[in-house]
């Protein structure tokens, strides 16, 4: 019915305007909750474990969909085992000019240049701890922190441990992102001297806050090269992060059928083989290194049960949609979790 009946007059109006309309909807009609639950969640228990968080499957919501954690009752009753909000910065921002979302239905895609925009750390923090007791299904809440926009990198440390101190008490795990395309020179920080200062900070906050220590992820982009994703599992492995994300969106515009003359990151169909490419490389040197096997979760370009099977295949843990979802509605959950 979604693809028949609603897709095709949701894709008559703007992408951003639609996607808050949405949200409006599912977060302030709580009444329809046990309906969307009744048509849409599988009730998959898979419960697999990462650092004493118990996932009861496999399947999650990628940040950026529910940037300020709105409609977490709506995401745990439709099924999903977990979701990041944001990215989260410090201080509430606009984000990019718009419009900055465009959809490529030729492609079953979206070119996205937001630009972390989001309510900041305390507004969100709020949201989260207000919808955290109304959660019935065991909703594993992930926040995807970032720096402000007008930071420069080399003080993004400071940024990044603000929003850790403010949202440790209600996040069950941390995202760092470095990925994002769509904030001048943050990828920057993928780079080593950047990026060893950043999670040598996190952790040591992480281990004055928490006796135990917070699981923390690193969100990685798709346009590595093989040596800069070696640097980066290594720092990873060094300061003893629980796992790394792959990955973000691309700034590549290859094989599209359509030209989009749009700057900004794209997601869908079209990045999985390049994402697909990173989570395999990253499963690998989980085999060569001895050490510590980093959790990975694969997200990016996945629309059916067996785009999630591919994911899991090449050593994702977790997997998380985003994309799929605008595309293929809430249904796509049971598809996939379905056995």
């Known amino acids: 019915m979604y693809k028949i009946l609603i897709r095709p007059v ?3 109006f703007n992408p951003e305007s639609v996607h808050n309309f949405v949200l409006f909807i599912v977060s302030k009609f709580s009444f329809l909750l046990p309906l ?3 048509f849409y969640n599988p009730n998959s228990k898979n419960i697999f474990n990462i650092s004493n968080l118990n996932f009861k499957n496999k399947l999650g919501l990628a940040a950026g969909f529910d940037k300020n954690g709105v409609a977490l009752r709506f995401w745990d009753a439709i099924g999903f085992s977990h979701i990041e909000v944001g990215t989260v910065t410090p201080i509430a921002q606009q984000g990019n000019p718009k419009p900055r979302i465009f959809r490529l239905t030729s492609d079953k895609a979206l070119i996205n240049r937001l630009g972390f925009n989001n309510l900041g750390a ?5 949201n989260i701890q207000k919808a955290k007791p109304l959660l019935k299904n065991g909703l594993i809440v992930g926040v995807n922190i970032g720096k402000n926009r007008d930071t420069p990198n080399i003080n993004a440390y400071s940024d990044y441990t603000k929003c ?3 949202l440790n008490d209600v996040a069950d795990y941390f995202t760092i992102n470095i990925s994002s395309p769509n904030t001048k020179s943050l990828r920057d920080l993928q780079n080593k001297s950047f ?3 950043l999670l040598s900070e996190i952790q040591n906050k992480n281990s004055e806050l928490n006796k135990v220590l917070k699981p923390v992820f690193l969100k990685i982009a798709p346009d590595l090269e093989e040596e800069e994703l070696i640097t980066i599992y290594e720092l990873v492995n060094l300061y003893s992060l629980t796992g790394i994300i792959a990955t973000n969106t691309t700034i590549s515009r290859e094989n599209l ?3 989009p003359l749009q700057q900004g990151g794209l997601s869908g169909k079209p990045l999985k083989n390049l994402s697909d490419k990173i989570l395999y490389e990253l499963n690998d040197l989980n085999l060569k290194f001895q050490n510590k096997k980093l959790n990975l ?3 990016g370009g996945v629309f059916t049960k067996e785009d999630f ?3 899991c295949n090449k050593g994702a843990d977790l997997v998380q949609i985003y994309t799929g979802f605008i595309y293929e509605g809430p249904a796509i959950i049971k598809k996939i979790l379905k056995n």
């Open 309 to 311: 099977q591919d994911k």
């Open 122 to 126: 305390e507004a969100i923090k709020k």
């Open 297 to 299: 979760i694969g997200v």
């Open 36 to 38: 969307f639950s009744m």
């Open 164 to 166: 850790f101190i403010v």
């Open 257 to 259: 059928l359509q030209n």
């Open 10 to 12: 949701l894709f008559l």
């Open 195 to 197: 990026l060893s200062q």
